[in-house]
């Protein structure tokens, strides 16, 4: 623990709050994702976004030189889907406040409410060059809840992190999970079927909620002593769901479960944004890509349950093929220090470098609804970036700096090893 808390003092101590001169990162290889690759390429940042991308861009007066010769510079990277900060490490009971597991529908819980900006996982994270994550709620429940979209920064409290104006996001889950946690207990949903009959039964107690409000609404224009309906924060999210107030990401692996819960939208009229882990869609890329709906998923991870057992590495590039949007997340507080190199895993096995790059970048930041501020090398964005010893997708690269907002929070030339650490002590 007593690494951890000094690795937090590093980092801080790099950069503290409010305290970003302008940067200007000279002569690396640029890897915009939406606008190619600049060789020998500078960018500016000030006041915490992109202000130039180019090259022979002068240094203000103040400005902090960092030379990226023949360094790699992309765009932080984006989690679309953690549970950092909502199980936090050390992983013990007191940490566990990812699954409200009481109930099957929770769509009224908040991720925010539970966060943990301490969580020793986020200086992990940001030294791998994750700069955004989304945190949801576990996959216990059919609906688990809301999401929170943040900016990785140690030493901040959540509303100083959380990303004001991003969209809304909601979790469901479908699959082993729910039955599981519920069926144990002899509990709807036991079963597939029992899965999306409480889907399909609380989505209409949403819209007859919405008609209810409704009606309420036309009376008042009447009769402003109109006795309004009763709250039902449940139904009041559900009920934003159905108005597309909210993205919504569903765990599933299972191609028919897809398919299933595709059916349920049409339905109710709403619009699935991803689905989560998706190890079988891959399967049904054509029905994904014509729909809009990206896959949130993983190179290797298979087998670990029966529902992942026909996960493949070669998924990542069949999906890209197909015209789906890729993601790739880490759902690990350790994997999420490595994201890069999963998607060079997926290279390796047919992925297109430039469709694993977005994976990383532009086609989270859709996932998410932040595409126009984060996610690529664009005068204008949030001046969030990475800067890698090497090529990104080279095993013995290493990411050297992570700047979030301009500033810089990691600089691996300033980490202590553990017997530094351990000498100081």
């Not at 190619?36 to 500078?42: K, V």
């Not at 409000?213 to 924060?233: F, I, M, N, S, V």
């Amino acid at each position: 623990m007593r690494t951890i808390a000094l690795s937090i003092l590093v980092i801080m101590m790099i950069s503290p709050p409010g305290a970003a001169p302008p940067i200007l990162i000279k002569g690396g290889t640029i890897i915009t994702v939406t606008k190619g690759t600049i060789e020998g390429g500078d960018i500016l940042l000030r006041d915490g976004k992109i202000a130039q991308v180019g090259k022979g861009i002068k240094a203000p007066n103040e400005a902090v030189i960092i030379d990226a010769a023949g360094k790699f510079v992309m765009p932080g990277i984006i989690d679309a889907h953690s549970h950092i900060g909502v199980y936090s490490w050390p992983d013990v009971p007191a940490n566990d406040d990812g699954n409200e597991g009481t109930d099957p529908i929770t769509p009224h819980v908040r991720a925010e409410d539970a966060f943990n900006a301490n969580d020793p996982a986020i200086t992990r994270a940001i030294a791998g060059g994750v700069t955004t994550i989304m945190t949801v709620p576990g996959s216990a429940n059919l609906i688990g809840g809301q999401a929170i979209v943040v900016k990785l920064k140690p030493g901040r409290t959540v509303d100083e992190i959380r990303i004001i104006g991003a969209p809304p996001g909601m979790k469901m889950a479908l699959g082993e999970n729910p039955k599981g946690v519920y069926g144990e207990r002899k509990q709807m949903p036991s079963t597939r079927m029992g899965n999306i009959a409480l889907m399909r039964q609380w989505f209409q107690k949403a819209r007859e909620y919405n008609l209810k409000w409704d009606a309420y609404g036309l009376r008042k224009e009447k009769d402003e002593k109109a006795e309004q309906p009763e709250r039902d924060l449940k139904l009041e999210a559900l009920s934003d769901v159905l108005k597309g107030k909210y993205l919504v990401h569903i765990h599933c692996y299972d191609r028919d479960e897809m398919l299933a819960m595709i059916k349920v939208a049409d339905e109710f009229g709403f619009k699935i944004k991803s689905f989560i882990h998706g190890l079988e869609a891959y399967q049904i890329a054509d029905t994904l890509a014509a729909r809009e709906i990206a896959v949130c998923t993983w190179t290797d991870w298979w087998g670990f349950k029966l529902e992942a057992w026909q996960g493949i590495p070669q998924a990542p590039g069949i999906l890209a093929s197909k015209g789906v949007r890729l993601v790739f997340h880490s759902d690990s507080p350790n994997q999420i220090q490595r994201l890069w190199l999963d998607a060079a895993k997926a290279v390796r096995y047919g992925l297109d470098r430039q469709k694993a790059f977005e994976g990383l970048t532009i086609n989270p930041a859709w996932t998410i609804g932040l595409e126009d501020r984060i996610g690529s090398i664009e005068e204008g964005k949030d001046a969030d970036i990475a800067i890698f010893t090497g090529h990104p997708f080279d095993i013995y690269s290493k990411v050297e700096k992570t700047i979030v907002d301009g500033e810089i929070l990691y600089d691996r030339s300033k980490e202590k090893s553990p017997l530094e650490a351990e000498n100081d002590r």
